[in-house]
């Protein structure tokens, strides 16, 4: 299976501090997508990185990929109240995304 | 709003009764997968559509499920006989040529 595995499977963080949650796969990829889900909503795209990169950024957000050990890592960085929820990392070798189930983050006030 | 939305956004039904979900994509968007969640679990692909053709259907898709986009715009999901584990979210997504996967609010439903 391609599933993607996170770890840790819950988080718990000060506002502030960063989070860094980690993902492992089995096969090769195109590219690897994380997602969040705010409790009972869809989900949200947050970033893409294809499988030539290494490491990408958007706004507090840094991924890295590792395709030598099949394994991504998502930081957050200044986590906010709004950053609770879960984070999805979702392997890609054809056209379907194949989630694990998740790290659910929550972040203290 | 441009996003991919669903209908409806809850349901609740008998076991034995059907249901039917819609999903109307991101305009111009050719692509259109369903998913299902399951509580505490990530979402589980079950099909996906390029325009209006049905590519691949997952294992998960009984026979009591099937999926239509008539016109390659919109697509249903019609669950007959509904089982009491049935009960889940199901989850719309949409993309064109790019590799990223847009996801509507989903359909939650809950099947007494």
């Known amino acids: 299976s391609q599933q993607g595995e996170e770890d840790p499977q819950a988080l718990s963080i000060q506002e502030g501090e960063n989070a860094t949650m980690n993902c492992s796969y089995k096969t090769s990829i195109n590219n690897l997508q994380w997602y969040r889900q705010n409790s009972g909503r869809g989900l949200v795209h947050l970033i893409l990185i294809r499988s030539n990169e290494r490491e990408k950024h958007s706004g507090r957000l840094r991924v890295t990929l590792d395709t030598s050990k099949k394994s991504s890592s998502l930081l957050i960085t200044a986590s906010r109240a709004a950053d609770t929820a879960s984070y999805f990392c979702a392997p890609v070798n054809d056209y379907k995304l194949s989630f694990g189930a998740g790290t659910t983050v929550t972040v203290r006030a | 709003d441009t996003g991919v939305s669903q209908n409806p956004r809850h349901k609740i039904t008998k076991r034995g009764q059907n249901v039917t979900f819609r999903c109307d994509p991101i305009s111009e968007h050719n692509r259109l997968y369903w998913y299902r969640q399951t509580l505490g679990q990530g979402p589980e692909f079950l099909t996906y559509?390029?325009?209006?053709?049905?590519?691949?259907k997952s294992r998960l898709l009984s026979d009591r499920f099937s999926a239509e986009r008539p016109k390659g715009s919109f697509s249903t999901l019609e669950i007959q006989r509904t089982e009491q584990g049935d009960s889940a979210m199901y989850l719309c997504?949409?993309?064109?040529?790019?590799?990223?996967?847009?996801f509507g609010p989903g359909t939650r439903l809950t099947v007494l």
């Open positions: 559509f390029q325009n209006e053709a049905q590519l691949e």
């Open positions: 997504a949409s993309r064109s040529g790019s590799d990223t996967q847009y």
